[in-house]
């Protein structure tokens, strides 16, 4: 939902809508557990509401990948790779993102993806022919692609967020955790869906069909709710993004609470994209978009062959919903992605009172050079304390500032 915003955490809408115009083949694309193997376990790193795993191309690499279960097929965001890659490709374009802009990408043929103790088996990919979303200015590090249904279809995939680890099996050879919740999903168009229900502003309860979106970083967006409802209470007007039909106008609210089986989150912050804007048609019909917002407060397995989700709540199972207090979206630049810059100040926002302004670099908070923090840290400073004082570095016009910025709860 972003192209790219930052702060707000949203996923670009293309990425859960691209595979529409991508056809690579009839075969089956997909990933194997050795045969030596019973289970595979993999390092990731979870930046700012993505989990990154690393993987090598034909050879080539590691690579810094996105793993998303929003995304049907593997898709190759840095346009670096198209020549070291060295791959048979063809071209494709894909019109209706944005203000009408048109895009260009390769497909390829099958690559040799490599995942110590799996391998790789008809996986082709989509190459953008250019970086039209930057996503490493949006994570704070080299971003490379997208690794979605290929990863997920026939394996058991099990996400833990306390020790940051992916660990893979055969299907048939899981053992869920003792005491986890299953969840029956359904998976059409290569994307699971789940049914949840939603507790809205006074007390209405109502069953809403969400989408489980592992790549979206906020915790939910629900669609066309605004004609239904109204407003949210206590919402913000919000930039939610850009969608295949143009930008994404909307608010950031709370629902009262939405529950997964036994499990009930309270006060949960909301995406309500413009009836207008979310009018883009899907292949199938949804209520919204549920994120790692959500998923990341439980130790996750997806499990497509059978049709299951489990979740057993994590040490972050408790911990409040907050969001960003600041006003401020920025993004890292630079040859090392070591450079703070903001993109757009929310009127009215803690950061319009004090004049910071687009294009100002955040060279450090409270002393602590920007540099020596990842995106996500700074991000945690910008959502910590209602009314927390802040001293910024900031470098504008060729010299430095320095501005005290008063954090404001908005939601």
């Not at 959500?294 to 130790?299: A, E, R, S």
Request: proline residues 5%.
């Amino acid at each position: 939902m972003l192209a790219f915003k930052f702060v707000l955490k949203y996923k670009p809408v293309w990425l859960a809508a691209i595979c529409c115009f991508l056809f690579l083949t009839s075969a089956a694309q997909s990933f194997v557990v050795d045969s030596n193997r019973k289970n595979v376990s993999i390092p990731f790193r979870a930046i700012r509401n993505m989990v990154v795993i690393q993987l090598n191309i034909n050879g080539k690499g590691p690579y810094n990948f996105i793993l998303d279960t929003g995304v049907g097929l593997m898709i190759i965001t840095d346009p670096k790779l198209i020549d070291s890659l060295s791959v048979q490709k063809r071209t494709i374009k894909l019109t209706g993102l944005g203000e009408g802009e048109d895009f260009e990408a390769f497909i390829t043929a099958p690559l040799n993806i490599q995942i110590p103790g799996l391998r790789s088996e008809g996986v082709g990919a989509a190459i953008l022919k250019k970086d039209y979303f930057n996503l490493s200015g949006y994570v704070g590090m080299p971003i490379h692609g997208l690794l979605g249904n290929d990863f997920f279809n026939s394996l058991a995939v099990k996400i833990s967020f306390n020790d940051s680890t992916v660990t893979v099996c055969r299907p048939k050879d899981l053992r869920p955790p003792k005491k986890s919740q299953r969840l029956h999903i359904d998976v059409q168009d290569k994307k699971p869906y789940l049914d949840a229900m939603v507790t809205f502003s006074g007390g209405k309860r109502v069953s809403n069909k969400l989408i489980i979106d592992l790549g979206a970083g906020h915790p939910l967006s629900l669609e066309n709710q605004i004609a239904k409802k109204g407003i949210p209470e206590k919402s913000i007007v919000a930039n939610l993004g850009v969608a295949l039909n143009g930008p994404i106008s909307g608010y950031i609210g709370r629902i009262e609470a939405i529950e997964l089986g036994k499990y009930k989150l309270k006060n949960v912050i909301t995406s309500f994209p413009n009836d207008h804007s979310s009018a883009q048609k899907f292949s199938i019909e949804r209520d919204g978009n549920m994120g790692i917002g959500i998923l990341k407060k439980f130790d996750v397995i997806f499990d497509y062959a059978y049709g299951a989700l489990y979740l057993k709540p994590n040490k972050n199972f408790n911990k409040p919903y907050e969001y960003d207090m600041s006003g401020l979206e920025y993004y890292a630049a630079g040859k090392n992605l070591d450079r703070l810059i903001i993109s757009r100040i929310e009127p009215g926002s803690a950061g319009a009172e004090v004049g910071l302004k687009k294009d100002d670099e955040i060279v450090s908070i409270n002393f602590t050079p920007g540099i020596k923090m990842s995106i996500e840290e700074i991000d945690e400073y910008f959502k910590s304390k209602n009314e927390r004082s802040l001293l910024l570095e900031i470098y504008r016009d060729k010299k430095f500032e320095k501005v005290i910025i008063t954090l404001k709860r908005r939601i």
